[in-house]
């Protein structure tokens, strides 16, 4: 099994620009979330999912987009980057819910300039 | 919301020492308190959790402790050995209690460097 898989591992990008964050898991669990990591902040949470079709905002969703049309995927979209949004992003994944050991990906380092 | 609060930032022990970490939470409701160790260009890695029905729990040289009352947990790391040396959050979540996002809320981590 390969996990939690996150791609790309690092990116650049200018401001305005969009891109998505891939994330993949293949141990077939319902629930999935993304977090942000920035310097001394500890680890915040942006989107997760309960399972195919059901999304919900975390703590700091603003400016970003998220969907799970599969068990498997669930990226994560910078509909127009900013400065802001420059910080390590990580994928999670469990069985059901956030009270569950949560198997996080290697994350992705993320630069806008 | 949640609010989670861990000390020290940094912590420097001699291998073969014991080390602690404490954190605080706000939210009565929380129910799970899982730890994860995170080293450097890599995830975070569950090492031990525990549940609010349990007040203690122990796996090899790494326990936990939970006081529901005082709304604070622990992690006690004994006989520390250098590859014990990364950065360990703390986290709670209330799920199930009938409010809030389904997700975790950390603590800021705390950087244990192990002296050889």
């Known amino acids: 099994n390969a996990g939690v898989t996150q791609t790309p591992k690092f990116q650049v990008l200018k401001t305005g620009q969009s891109m998505t964050l891939q994330c993949a898991q293949d141990?077939?669990?319902?629930?999935m979330s993304w977090y942000r990591q920035d310097p001394g902040m500890g680890l915040r949470l942006i989107h997760y999912s309960v399972g195919a079709g059901i999304t919900d905002q975390g703590e700091v969703p603003n400016g970003y987009n998220v969907s799970r049309s599969t068990t498997e995927d669930f990226p994560l979209r910078l509909l127009s980057a900013a400065p802001s949004q420059t910080s390590v992003y990580f994928c999670?994944?469990?069985?059901?819910?956030?009270?569950?050991?949560?198997?996080f990906g290697d994350g992705t380092r993320l630069s806008i300039l | 919301g949640e609010n989670v609060e861990q000390h020290p930032s940094t912590l420097s022990v001699q291998e073969g020492d014991s080390a602690v970490i404490k954190c605080t939470y706000s939210?009565?409701?929380?129910?799970?308190f899982p730890w994860y160790k995170q080293e450097l260009g890599k995830g975070p890695q569950l090492i031990i959790d525990i549940r609010s029905n349990v007040g203690e729990k122990k796996d090899q040289r790494i326990a936990v402790t939970l006081n529901k009352t005082a709304k604070h947990f622990s992690l006690h790391i004994t006989e520390t050995q250098p590859e014990d040396s990364a950065v360990y959050f703390c986290?709670?979540?209330?799920?199930?209690?009938?409010?809030?996002?389904?997700?975790?809320?950390f603590g800021k981590g705390t950087h244990l460097i192990i002296q050889p």
């Open positions: 141990m077939n669990h319902e629930y």
């Open positions: 999670a994944s469990s069985m059901t819910y956030s009270n569950q050991p949560q198997h």
């Open positions: 986290a709670a979540s209330n799920v199930g209690s009938g409010g809030g996002a389904d997700g975790l809320t």
């Open positions: 939210d009565s409701a929380s129910n799970y």
